[in-house]
């Protein structure tokens, strides 16, 4: 019996899947409707999300934009054929959006201010008499639209990766440049503020190479500090009198509020925490037991402690503790408790980031010859940060959205906002529309952060190869 072989001569042409198998079709019939059970469920969550879309338009899409009052919004509601009080009242958003947004802060022409004393009448009747006048009247109506500008521009370095090396001059500079917009008053006060870091950095040049890097370190804080409690003062008082001063008009920190003081509390503790947060890891980790026993005893009892009691001391207890007559502002003992609750959070995240490296990458360090802070700086942290990100961008998020609890110390955050909008005769009994837009807000801000993360984590790779 011969073996018979058969050989193809021809390639049968490539069929299309079959389109059940592919495409969104495919894709449904294997994770929405696989089974029978899996498309009960299907069937019965698509009829919820179906209702509660049409529910939530029809109470959504209402002529109400203009409305001036409650009583209007009804009216215009009942005049739709809507029965009862179903219906958004988006009138409110329209008339206090600013409000939401600034709170009480004076948006308004008098914040031209005085140079030297001279009232916003005054420069505009007589202009050439005051050496500062067209740089007051820039900054005089439009300083907090500025300010908010700057802040943007001075985070472009450190989360655009392109964006342009000159600009880190906005980023050391727009902290000090913002308070003095503002808050108003001399700019001396910011500029005595900021030479305090500068005699700090300084002095960490200077005792570095002789005393060593422990010493230095230590020395660039003692400095500063010795600066803003002894000396800066007086020599503000020096300089205010000069007749370069720009002097805008005060504000006082209960006239901040709504959404821009949420910013302004977050991104100054966002800003703050990290480093704070770096330092306090690294310390938990030091061979140093004084220094550990601090770190640790710090991040446990600010861990441990709610952060609605930090701010009731921040608003209460932390002005007892400063030399009498100091005048320390409200917002700012905030922004500091804020940024030590989320320091204590971050150093826990970075910790986790340090312990999840390898053992050979501290051997590789050593092997190179690097002391601490060179290994810690090219080799250790930009590892340890890079597996972070999920749990840094998560306490980013965290805290910006506690920001809200200082409503509970009478700052008129939107929330507190809110609450006195409801007050108020034209609007009383308005409640979801204010929250639906407080929600959007924030909503735009952390989904941002959020999004920003992933791109970060795509573009590092985060893992070990």
């Not at 179903?86 to 947004?101: E, H, K, M, P, T």
């Amino acid at each position: 019996m011969s073996n018979i072989e058969f050989v193809r001569t021809e390639m049968l042409p490539e069929k299309e899947p079959p389109a059940s198998t592919v495409g969104p079709i495919g894709w449904m019939r294997e994770n929405l409707f696989n089974g029978i059970w899996n498309s009960i469920i299907t069937v019965l969550f698509v009829l919820a999300i179906v209702w509660t879309v049409l529910s939530l338009l029809g109470w959504g899409i209402q002529p109400t934009w203009n409305a001036k009052s409650l009583s209007e919004c009804r009216e215009i509601i009942a005049a739709t054929g809507y029965t009862g009080h179903s219906g958004a009242c988006w009138g409110v958003i329209n008339d206090r959006w600013l409000q939401l947004l600034y709170g009480f802060y004076p948006l308004d022409a008098n914040l031209l201010s005085a140079v030297s004393g001279a009232s916003a009448a005054e420069i505009l009747a007589d202009p050439r008499a005051h050496v500062a006048t067209p740089i007051v009247m820039i900054l005089g109506y439009w300083r907090l639209n500025l300010a908010i500008i700057l802040m943007f521009v001075g985070l472009a370095p450190v989360l655009i990766e392109r964006a342009p090396r000159k600009l880190l001059i906005v980023t050391v500079l727009f902290p000090f440049i913002d308070v003095w917009l503002m808050w108003g008053g001399s700019i001396w006060g910011p500029a005595m503020a900021f030479v305090g870091f500068v005699l700090g950095y300084f002095a960490f040049k200077i005792l570095a190479p002789i005393a060593g890097t422990l010493i230095a370190v230590i020395m660039s804080a003692v400095v500063p500090i010795i600066w803003w409690l002894f000396l800066s003062g007086s020599a503000a008082s020096i300089f205010a009198g000069s007749p370069i001063d720009l002097t805008l008009e005060p504000v006082s920190s209960r006239q901040f509020g709504g959404f821009f003081l949420s910013i302004s509390i977050g991104v100054v503790a966002i800003l703050g925490s990290l480093p704070l947060g770096i330092v306090l890891a690294l310390g938990r980790q030091s061979d140093l037991f004084i220094v550990k026993a601090l770190c640790v005893g710090f991040i446990e009892f600010i861990r441990g402690v709610p952060l609605i009691t930090l701010l009731f001391v921040a608003n209460n207890l932390l002005n007892i503790f400063m030399p009498p007559g100091t005048n320390f502002d409200v917002i700012l003992r905030v922004m500091i408790m804020v940024t030590l609750f989320a320091a204590a959070y971050m150093a826990e995240v970075v910790r986790g980031g340090l312990a999840a490296l390898p053992k050979g990458q501290y051997e590789a360090a050593d092997a190179l010859g690097l002391d601490y802070w060179k290994a810690q700086r090219l080799i250790i942290m930009p590892q340890a940060l890079k597996i972070s990100i999920p749990g840094i961008v998560s306490t980013f998020i965290g805290v910006f959205k506690d920001t809200t609890l200082v409503s509970i110390i009478s700052l008129m955050d939107p929330i507190g906002l809110s609450n006195a909008i409801r007050a108020n005769q034209e609007w009383n009994g308005i409640v979801w529309e204010l929250y639906a837009f407080i929600a959007l807000l924030f909503f735009v801000v952390c989904f941002s952060m959020s999004r920003y993360s992933m791109f970060l984590e795509r573009k590092l790779q985060t893992g070990h190869k």
